[in-house]
């Protein structure tokens, strides 16, 4: 927090969450706050719902938006009212605020969020409902929650928004599925309508929409387990690829933590990778591939995947590895034999960080044995064996053994 923010102050700021009904919907303390403020923020829309109670200057947010907030900040200890959809705190311009304004300088007074409105609408128990906020967001983010039964409220962007997701939903094989658009939900405009994915033809939507779908997947489904270790076949590789068996024991030993950004220095597939973001939302990582094509390859699995945010850099390390954020856990499971990578590697680490490193080779092994031998850690040797046809009979195949050296930087 601001230095400049640590002194207890009365609280100046109030924020006032406002649905599409306007006024009625809001309480009396809400009404007063913005009666009684000297400078009024919100969107347009918003400032448009509570007009007749706007008593100072009214101050739409600038273009492109500041989300540093910094027309709000320069008026601190003015009587400030900031008016927000809904919620404030849910997917809102509250967690904008609270970035720079201590929350107790604050006074929040939220109504019902659309996510909600949506489910009392439905009757579903909203907390048996996956809810996800596509608002600004690449609709991939959905693609984890494609699970067979599953009830998800999705807040959208725009009147395009539900269609879009409706063609992705068929893609996946979830085509049976029952999709509601709630519009304007809350307002006079309000209105629902229905129909399945794979027969989407709901036309003039209101830009503000929430979708909600009821998932029935099809046997060729794409379903994404909520275990480590996808099938292979779920990404577009070229055999550099984690295989499944030794991806979930190598998920296992990075032992993910919430906030955590993991370094996948020689990336492959990215598979490990958009599987370290898949354990958490708050989790982040940077894919680093010198192979251009497979680079482009890890964008792509990562949005079939459902984790558009994940960071790819195209470039061989240990040079690519300049500049990025520090890293809490590094894996490096290709290109560590080359000159530099592991001293780069490890430089970088932060301090009680982790490093895991795969070796299939006798060349990265041997790396791997000099850096226990003289740092410690643990050495892990992986053997997988697949049943497979010798002549008219079964026998095990052995896939090539992995050595795992893994450790926790002082």
Do not use: Y
Not at 77 to 92: Q, R
Not at 114 to 136: K, M, N, P, Y
């Amino acid at each position: 927090m601001p230095a400049e923010f640590n002194a207890p102050t009365q609280k100046w700021l109030t924020v006032v969450g406002i649905g599409e009904d306007g006024v009625a919907g809001l309480g009396d303390e809400a009404k007063r706050a913005i009666s009684a403020a000297a400078h009024v923020f919100g969107g347009k829309r918003h400032l448009a719902l509570a007009a007749e109670l706007v008593r100072g200057a009214a101050r739409p947010w600038p273009t492109p938006f500041d989300s540093e907030m910094r027309e709000v900040v320069a008026l601190r200890g003015e009587n400030v009212c900031v008016l927000a959809s809904g919620d404030p705190f849910l997917h809102g311009v509250g967690v904008t605020l609270a970035r720079v304004v201590p929350p107790a300088e604050m006074r929040v007074l939220p109504v019902p969020s659309a996510f909600s409105l949506a489910a009392s609408r439905l009757g579903w128990a909203l907390q048996d409902v996956e809810t996800v906020s596509l608002h600004g967001h690449a609709i991939d983010l959905i693609r984890p929650l494609l699970q067979p039964g599953a009830r998800i409220i999705a807040l959208t962007s725009d009147g395009e928004a539900p269609a879009s997701i409706a063609r992705l939903v068929v893609d996946s094989g979830f085509g049976a599925s029952c999709l509601t658009v709630l519009e304007a939900l809350g307002g006079a405009s309000e209105r629902l309508r229905t129909a399945t994915a794979e027969s989407f033809d709901l036309e003039n939507i209101n830009p503000l929409n929430v979708l909600a779908l009821e998932l029935e997947s099809s046997p060729q489904a794409r379903v994404l387990p909520l275990v480590s270790g996808l099938a292979d076949d779920l990404f577009e590789h070229d055999g550099q690829i984690t295989k499944r068996e030794i991806r979930a024991v190598t998920l296992s030993t990075l032992a993910p933590r919430r906030g955590e950004l993991l370094w996948d220095i020689g990336a492959g597939s990215g598979s490990i990778s958009i599987e370290w973001m898949l354990c958490h939302h708050s989790l982040r990582a940077i894919a680093i591939e010198h192979n251009a094509d497979r680079a482009e390859r890890i964008a792509r699995n990562a949005n079939a995947c459902g984790v558009p945010g994940l960071t790819v850099v195209s470039g061989a390390a240990p040079d690519a590895l300049a500049g990025l954020p520090t890293p809490d856990v590094i894996f490096v499971g290709g290109g560590g034999s080359e000159t530099g990578v592991f001293d780069a590697a490890i430089a970088a680490l932060r301090p009680g960080g982790r490093l895991v490193a795969n070796a299939v080779t006798l060349e990265m092994e041997a790396l791997l044995l000099a850096r226990h031998a003289a740092l410690g850690g643990e050495m892990l040797r992986l053997q997988v064996s697949r049943a497979a046809s010798v002549g008219s009979m079964t026998g095990w195949r052995p896939a090539m053994p992995v050595t795992q050296w893994s450790w926790a930087k002082p």
